[in-house]
């Protein structure tokens, strides 16, 4: 089931020195293990009526909480995409968590 990979989290903080220019990056939150998900037709419709589509639905496991602040993740698949979340769905009977993922456009730099 956990055939996915290691997705990992990330939120976006300013990494500027004090006093200089304001430089928005990705800061590395924490890690989990996922599996992709099959979505429903509910689902697809939903997000087409908010004008938003999504890119897919990942499972991620053994996780009661996801890290504060953080809104985007990048996939352990060698491509680097980037991804912001979009939906949460907490699955307490299976100790996991669905989200739903938009792939990103305009691309973050990623602190070290």
Same mark, same amino acid.
């Given at each position: ?7 990992? $989290?990330? !939120?976006?903080?300013?990494?500027? !020195? ?5 430089? *928005? ?5 924490? !890690? &989990? ?5 099959? !979505?429903?037709?509910? +689902? ?5 009526? &908010? /004008? ?6 990942? +499972?991620? $496991? /053994? ?5 504060? /602040? ?16 979009? /939906?949460?769905? +907490?699955? $307490?009977?299976?100790? &996991?968590?669905?989200?739903? @993922?938009?792939?990103? *456009? *305009? @691309? ?5």
């Amino acid at each position: 089931m956990r055939d996915g990979g290691i997705l990992r $989290f990330y !939120s976006l903080q300013n990494t500027a !020195s004090a006093g200089a220019m304001p430089t *928005d990056r990705l800061v590395e939150k924490g !890690s &989990a293990w996922y599996a992709y998900r099959t !979505s429903g037709v509910v +689902r697809r419709y939903e997000s087409q009526g &908010a /004008n938003r589509e999504y890119d897919f639905v990942v +499972r991620c $496991f /053994n996780m009661v909480e996801i890290p504060e /602040n953080t809104r985007y993740v990048i996939l352990d698949d060698g491509t680097g995409t980037q991804y912001q979340i979009d /939906n949460t769905e +907490r699955m $307490f009977e299976e100790d &996991a968590v669905d989200l739903t @993922l938009i792939r990103l *456009d *305009d @691309l973050y730099e990623v602190a070290e």
